[in-house]
């Protein structure tokens, strides 16, 4: 027995033994990956020596003696804390992820292959001027000079992931980092999935004023009614597929189409000098995007010949895209400009490969393409293209619920455009000096269409940049909704000018800015857009700007971390005003005394989304609920769909506008329900859910418990083990309408989590521009193991930045490596 004892004994140390072996071969080959920031090396590609200091948050400040040479030290910096990163999205932009990941991107590979980005992408290169061209081809060899370091000196293939992926990685080339940006611009615009949604629900709803509800118009002028979708053509809709659910696409962090609510958004904001206390411009951005391990930016600083530029770049991309220069300041928010148009083809019924056009039936442009998938059978698929862009399969985006029999859909977008000069539009802007120089240099921006706020000395200025369709005054749905394409007036007359998009310079009131809201008003065609991403905090935005008579760096670091949410101060009386103190105690226990807790709580509460407050996470689960009992009886499966509280679509319910207070009777059943009735039981339901996920002790509940910001690994994050490593978990404040805002997940066990957020920060104040400073949501690198990976995330979380100076000097003074990138010498013979 002793032996017996004994040979486990040695059995179980062995054992120990081997784990420790291979825990510390794992890590030992991972940090091989590492970059070292203090080294110099020799490498092709650059005329003189380049330097990258990095400062004590390993931000790279970049200098050389020439543009070319400074943009190929981007390029590098960008490979050696970015590397995976700018592979999969590569990958993604390509539609090759399958080849890797097998057939869990499958359906993100046809997508993409049907879309065709990296197609209009090497087409954009013969486009582009000398000097851009010269950008790109420098920045392309500074990542592949770090690609060659990595083989040559086996540094851990680059990257840990590259470890259990093993991907073949080619050279980067210009079309690369244009294929990134129009990437970009897909994940950014939701015109599509908005256009199918109202056809979806006109389809369900044969009222239009009740679609006009579910779907509002942001405030302003009215618009003209739409037709009835069904009536657009000639044969009727399978009613089987009109309560289609959900669309069939992955749930998968790669996909780059955004779901409705989660397309780009931002807050960008100026200040001119009489609004200053200390007399100059001040600029604030945050530009949200979803939440990921590493965040989607990077802060880089750039000294070209122009001067040094500072900000924020996404690695691939060899553009700061919000930043400033000694001399100009520059932020972007999403325009929500429409400028995708899906078009219902009608096919030959004798020639399959023929679909109708104004001048008859025309054959579709084909091309056969393979997909390889690791571990499966390659896929070839047939590519298919009508005169007004890809044709879309109709298992994507519910496009079978709303595509007649014999028809196919097509997407026309402006970002699909083979003459794509938009990456140039920023490299004049980091070279601007005044505001003039900056709107005159974005001209030939093309998508995604931003609204770009910018600053100089002594002006400011608010200008919507990208391509806007040209459509025909007498478009049958106006852009709302799929339009059949074999009408001409349904078809765009190609763009229109840059001059006729919107621009705000020198407002009398000295404040411009946008938090997607709507900001014009014009009729159709000039209309920029009926699709808006924000009603709530544009009314908080505005009273913050307009409560103080002078603004301050700080004042404007204010209103960007500011949590109260104008939504809940206005809806909460309004569904709330039968129920305030009615009825007599209850006793302990019962879901009586429950609800009264809950609105007692509630009473008292400012609105603030506070993560250590009960009473955010009270309200956000009242109106969650409140919304799907309007709604289900009359949308059926449909209501799935909508995952988000529409605030207007409540206060319209609750204030009976244009007879909307119907909402509130159950179809199906026999009583007349009211609006107070639907409020009661609907808060009944929040607290069975609160009790069921949070605990029953109301006073003790925690918003930040149930809206913890998600930063996850693209790739491993839903790995076990690996999650604990490389994911990123944060109590955080802020909600769906606040300024700081969080976009809650809407869906699931944890519908609260915090997804999609200001991922960069950013508040540049010319009275003292090395004052400036700026933030990201984790930190530089993309290597877990770095201490860079996530050092700035609690910053970000508690609402602090870092110092964005220019200063040289304090970049050197607290470095944590230089990086000396010098011309590799001639071979002696």
């Known amino acids: 027995m002793a032996q017996v004892f004994r040979w486990l004994l040695r059995i179980a140390g062995g054992m120990v033994v081997l784990t420790l072996l291979a825990l510390f071969g794992v890590y030992f080959l991972a940090a091989r990956s590492l970059p070292d920031y203090d080294a110099s090396h020799r490498v092709d590609g650059v005329s003189a020596p380049v330097e990258i200091v990095r400062d004590n948050a390993n931000v790279p400040h970049v200098l050389g003696q020439s543009d070319p040479d400074v943009f190929f030290g981007l390029g590098y910096a960008h490979a050696q804390d970015r590397l995976w990163q700018m592979v999969v999205l590569r990958r993604t932009a390509q539609g090759r992820l399958s080849e890797v990941f097998g057939l869990r991107t499958v359906e993100i590979d046809k997508l993409m292959r049907r879309l065709d980005i990296q197609g209009a992408a090497r087409d954009s290169v013969a486009a582009q001027d000398p000097e851009t061209l010269a950008a790109l081809e420098a920045y392309a060899a500074g990542i592949n000079a770090r690609l060659g370091e990595i083989n040559e000196r086996a540094l851990g293939r680059g990257a840990p992931e590259m470890f259990l992926f093993n991907p073949a990685i080619a050279p980067w080339q210009p079309a690369d980092s244009i294929a990134l940006l129009k990437l970009m611009a897909l994940r950014m615009s939701g015109q599509l999935e908005a256009e199918v949604r109202r056809a979806r629900v006109s389809l369900v709803l044969p009222d239009p004023a009740r679609v006009s509800d579910i779907l509002p118009d942001a405030p302003g002028s009215g618009v003209a009614a739409l037709p009835d979708y069904a009536s657009l053509f000639d044969g009727p809709l399978p009613p089987q597929r009109l309560a289609s659910a959900a669309g069939r696409r992955p749930d998968h962090p790669l996909w780059p189409v955004a779901r409705p609510g989660m397309q780009g958004a931002s807050n960008v904001w100026a200040a001119a000098p009489e609004r200053s206390a200390a007399g100059g411009t001040i600029l604030a951005n945050d530009p949200h995007l979803p939440l990921s391990a590493p965040a989607i930016w990077y802060l880089a600083r750039l000294e070209l010949s122009s001067g040094g530029v500072i900000g924020a770049t996404i690695p691939g991309i060899p553009a700061i895209l919000s930043g400033r220069s000694e001399d100009l300041g520059w932020g972007i928010a999403a325009s929500y400009l429409d400028d995708q148009d899906l078009f219902v083809e009608r096919m030959n019924p004798d020639a399959a490969d023929q679909y109708e056009t104004p001048d008859g039936f025309k054959p579709f442009e084909t091309r056969r393409a393979i997909l390889r998938i690791k571990d499966a059978s390659p896929v070839t698929m047939t590519l298919r293209w009508t005169d007004n862009g890809p044709v879309l399969p109709r298992s994507d985006f519910n496009l079978d619920s709303i595509t007649p029999r014999g028809h196919v859909m097509a997407l026309s977008w402006t970002g699909l455009d083979p003459n794509d000069q938009s990456i140039g539009a920023w490299l004049r802007l980091m070279r601007a000096r005044t505001v003039q120089d900056a709107i005159s240099a974005t001209d030939t921006h093309l998508a995604p269409s931003l609204n770009l706020v910018v600053v100089d000395g002594v002006q400011i200025a608010m200008k ?34 840059y001059s006729s998009n919107p621009v705000f310079l020198q407002p009398p009131g000295g404040i411009v800015g946008a938090t997607n809201n709507k900001i014009v008003d014009r009729p159709f065609p000039l209309h920029v857009s009926y699709h808006w991403g924000d009603t709530q905090r544009v009314q908080r935005w505005t009273r913050l700007m307009q409560s103080r008579q002078v603004h301050t760096r700080d004042s404007f670091i204010e209103a960007q971390l500011d949590t109260v949410s104008p939504t809940a101060r206005t809806l909460l009386p309004l569904i709330g005003a039968d129920l305030w103190f009615t009825g007599e105690t209850a006793p302990d226990g019962t879901p009586e005394r429950q609800r009264q807790r809950a609105l007692s709580l509630l009473a008292d509460w400012n609105g603030e989304m506070n993560e250590h407050l009960p009473e955010p996470l009270i309200y956000a689960a009242w109106v969650r609920a409140l919304q799907d009992r309007l709604i289900r009886d009359e949308l059926g499966p449909l209501a799935r769909d909508f995952t988000h509280v529409e605030p207007l679509f409540i206060e319209r319910v609750f204030r009976d506008v244009g007879g909307a207070g119907a909402w509130c009777d159950v179809i199906q059943s026999a009583p007349v329900e009211t609006c ?19 605990g029953t002790a109301l006073e003790s509940l925690r918003w930040g418990d149930a809206h913890q910001a998600t930063h996850q690994h693209d790739t491993l994050g839903e790995v076990p083990l690996l999650s604990w490593v490389v994911n990123i978990r944060q109590s955080t404040s802020g909600g769906d309408n606040t300024l700081r805002r969080g976009l809650t997940r809407g869906t699931g066990p944890a519908p609260f989590e915090n997804v999609h957020a200001a991922g960069y920060r950013g508040v540049y104040d010319f009275t003292d521009p090395d004052s400036s400073v700026f933030v990201i949501a984790t930190g530089q690198s993309g290597h877990p193991l770095s201490r860079y990976y996530d050092d700035m995330g609690e910053l970000w979380r508690r609402g602090e930045y870092i110092p964005m100076s220019l200063d040289l000097d304090l970049a050197r003074a607290a470095a944590v490596g230089v990086t000396r990138l010098l011309p590799r010498q001639p071979r002696s013979e």
């Open 464 to 497: 919507t940049i990208g391509a806007a369709p040209r459509r025909d005054a007498d478009h049958q749905s106006q852009g709302r909704m799929p339009a059949p394409g074999w009408e001409d007036r349904n078809r765009w007359k190609g763009l229109s000018p």
């Open 676 to 694: 107070t009735d639907m409020a009661r039981l609907a808060l009944e339901d929040a607290i069975i859910w609160l009790e069921e996920n949070h």
